[in-house]
């Protein structure tokens, strides 16, 4: 299939470097306060890092100063240790659903073969090679069936997996992703986490914005807990603690000790309590 060989190394990736280096970074908006100070972090090949923090925490700045949609105030942002600049074509993102306009006329065929335009480059059609790696994505993924569907017409879960779809067409080595458990149900959720794992299972780097703190210890290698600056990066069972989850909620998340257990109770969007577990 064309996606295996997709996936391959490149002459301008180092793998001895990390996938996503971020030092010393400091973003905002025009107007505003820096939404994020200081942060710097690192992400290996094929590593998988939730980001979680409070509403306004700065996770999206964040997202869109490393995919080059933000422009960012100070430090640096390299990928395989190349500067960001000359790298972004290799960092697929995908926005908050609310970002995007489900009313455009485009098919799930048309929105994959969207990420193949930095290859194909201005003002030129899309090749033979181009639509066959669309139609091996979109096999790989289990999207084939959908290709001809227009995006008004999908679920919640479908539309993320297409995103992530358009990112891969871009021959991404680090993947991008925010919030995309947020508004879809368990099936759907189900749905992304297998989606997530193909994409590990080709070496592809995830950073990846979440409120559902009961799946980060059980999924993801690293958790960087933000809230206008780090507050703690590394593996769940140390980051994951009382203390840190106190400094980055407040106490809008109780979080109680219980042996080894971590508890977590929030209220969900029909008033249930929600509880997790490390």
Known sequence: MTILRLQQ????????QPALRVERL???YPGNRQAIIDVSFTVESGERVAVIGPNGAGKSTLFKAIVGVLPFSAGHISIHGADCYSSHIHVGYV?????????????????VLMGRCRHIGWFRLPGKDDRDIVRDILVHLS?????????????????????????????????VLDE???????????????????????????????????????????????????????????VMTPENLTRAFGGSLP??????????????KNGGALRGHR
Request: hydrophobic residues 40%; proline residues 4%; charged residues 25%.
């Open 26 to 28: 400091s973003a905002g």
């Open 9 to 16: 190394p490149t002459r301008d990736r180092d793998r001895e």
């Open 180 to 238: 995309p458990f947020l508004g879809v149900d368990q099936h759907a959720e189900q749905e992304i986490i297998e989606t997530l794992d193909i994409l590990t299972n080709h070496g592809i780097s995830i950073l990846l914005s979440t409120h559902h703190l009961e799946e980060t210890a059980l999924r993801f290698d690293k958790l960087l807990i933000l809230n206008g600056k780090i507050l703690a990066y590394g593996a769940p069972a140390t």
């Open 95 to 111: 926005p908050q659903q609310s970002a995007i306009d489900w009313s455009f006329p485009a098919s799930v065929f048309d929105v």
């Open 143 to 175: 999207l084939d069936k959908l290709a001809d569907r227009q995006i008004s017409e999908l679920s919640g879960g479908q539309r993320r997996r297409v995103f992530i779809a358009r990112a891969m067409a871009q021959d991404t080595s680090v993947m």
């Open 255 to 268: 979080v109680f000790a219980h042996g080894e257990q971590l508890l977590m109770f929030s209220k969900d």
